[in-house]
């Protein structure tokens, strides 16, 4: 194709790690290489959701590879223990240094076109920027969570002028970025409270392949070997367990229906709650873990479930838009989610599931006892839910708008800075298709 484009990502997320922005960054990055752009990628070795870096990789080694046609270097970095507050802020920190020099190295050898820094980190920022200037590159920030609000709403960072300190920062950092991008309405409309001119913002949703993950008899199997029978009621939680995740929520409401034995709770996972979430459910026989699975089995574990359950602890489900949520939608069944009425989880859900508020374990159980009871009900809202994928969600459509969108920036950019002007980025940045509740099913 014509206009290729040389694209230099900054993330802590990358392959062969297989859940949550890993998964978006790996599948954009191999699908621009293969339409013919040249890309590169400055990561961390893989250690998410278990906070231990994955073998043969290690966690204080440069090291470089090709994977699907990216080149990808990987820098070192510390982990916590326990991944909140300090430790958390002292790994960004971590990766930030190590990945600094090699970003800025590229930049100056490679001379990127654009420079693709996700949040999160937002402290990958730091250095994202003065690379771009000294590259004279685009620099585009792509926000899958609103990293330091959650910091804030959950408490890992206390003190008020600690917050007005790192509020004042985010605002600074956001208004020297060319593009900025998010993944859902509400958090569009953030970006808008946070300052970011109209111009810059763009809407870059999430995606599912529909091919890959689709309502089938796989499940069947699946549930066999989990010694699940056919008669019994799945409600699957599948997906990284962090705090703001909420899933103890879930456990609580699994405690309410020890009464129908039918009703089984499986959670598949893992993440920094594991451990606490597994001592919670110690003595009850209805609930179940799994490991992360692979990618080949995510088909088949999402179509064991009978009900999907999405849990979002209050105050976070307006600043992220949960990547496990598109899976559970192409997969065909009815969902239930822990949110608030007015975000944008919710605008989907209500239209193929049931929106409960966050933190109410009762809510949750009746909701579980309702469906559980409604075959024919399950049924329709898995219809809806599979249609909403194929016709809001597709691979291909998304990363094709995202790619004109990347290489007319990159073209007005270059045609500035012939002229001398600043760089300006056309409009109509909320143009795109997007999930939105006006076009749900």
């Known amino acids: 194709m014509s206009n290729r484009l040389n694209i230099l990502l900054h993330t802590v997320f990358y392959h062969p790690e297989v859940v949550g922005v890993a998964a978006y960054n790996t599948a954009m990055c191999e699908w621009l290489a293969a339409r013919g752009h040249k890309v590169h990628v400055v990561c961390t070795p893989p250690y998410y959701p278990a906070w231990k870096v994955q073998r043969p990789y290690r966690a204080w080694s440069y090291s470089q590879e090709t994977i699907n046609g990216v080149r990808v270097t990987r820098c070192p970095v510390w982990l916590p223990r326990n991944p909140r507050g300090m430790g958390r802020i002292l790994y960004g920190a971590s990766f930030l ?66 917050a007005s300190l790192i509020r004042a920062a985010e605002a600074a950092i956001l208004k020297r970025f060319g593009m900025v991008s998010t993944i859902s309405e509400r958090m569009l409309e953030r970006l808008s409270q946070k300052e970011v001119e109209f111009d810059k913002q763009m809407l870059f949703p999430n995606w599912v392949d529909t091919q890959s993950i689709f309502p089938s008899e796989a499940g069947a199997e699946f549930r066999a070997r989990l010694n699940i029978g056919p008669d ?61 699975q692979p990618v080949e089995q995510l088909n088949a574990l999402l179509n064991m479930a009978d009900i999907h359950v999405l849990t979002q602890r209050p105050g976070v489900a307006d600043l992220v838009m949960p990547s496990k949520l598109l899976g559970m939608l192409a997969s065909g069944r009815p969902v239930i989610a822990t949110v608030n009425e007015a975000s944008q989880v919710s605008a989907i859900v209500s239209r193929c599931g049931i929106v409960v508020p966050p933190g109410n374990d009762r809510a949750l159980a009746d909701a579980i006892l309702l469906l559980a009871g409604q075959p024919n009900v399950r049924e329709d809202l898995g219809r809806k839910a599979r249609r909403f994928a194929e016709e809001n969600c597709s691979l291909n459509v998304i990363l094709s708008r995202f790619e004109e969108r990347l290489t007319a920036s990159c073209a007005t950019r270059r045609g500035a800075a012939k002229v001398g002007a600043a760089p300006a980025i056309s409009t109509n940045a909320h143009s795109e298709p997007h999930a939105s509740a006006s076009n749900l099913p």
Request: proline residues 6%.
């Open 97 to 162: 240094l190590s990945s600094a020099p090699a970003l800025l190295a590229k930049a100056r050898l490679r001379r990127p076109d654009v420079i693709v820094v996700t949040s999160p980190s937002f402290l990958n920022s730091v250095a994202a920027l003065p690379s771009a200037y000294l590259s004279n590159a685009l620099a585009w920030l792509h926000i899958q969570d609103f990293e330091v609000d959650i910091a804030l709403g959950t408490g890992h960072v206390r003190g008020g002028a600690v």
């Open 232 to 292: 019994d009621l799945v409600c699957l939680f599948s997906g990284s367990l962090g705090e703001k995740q909420g899933v103890n929520g879930l456990i609580r409401a699994a405690a309410l229906l020890t009464a129908h034995p039918k009703i089984k709770v499986v959670i598949c996972g893992g993440g920094p709650t594991l451990l606490s979430l597994r001592a919670q459910a110690a003595q009850m026989e209805n609930v179940t873990f799994l490991p992360l």
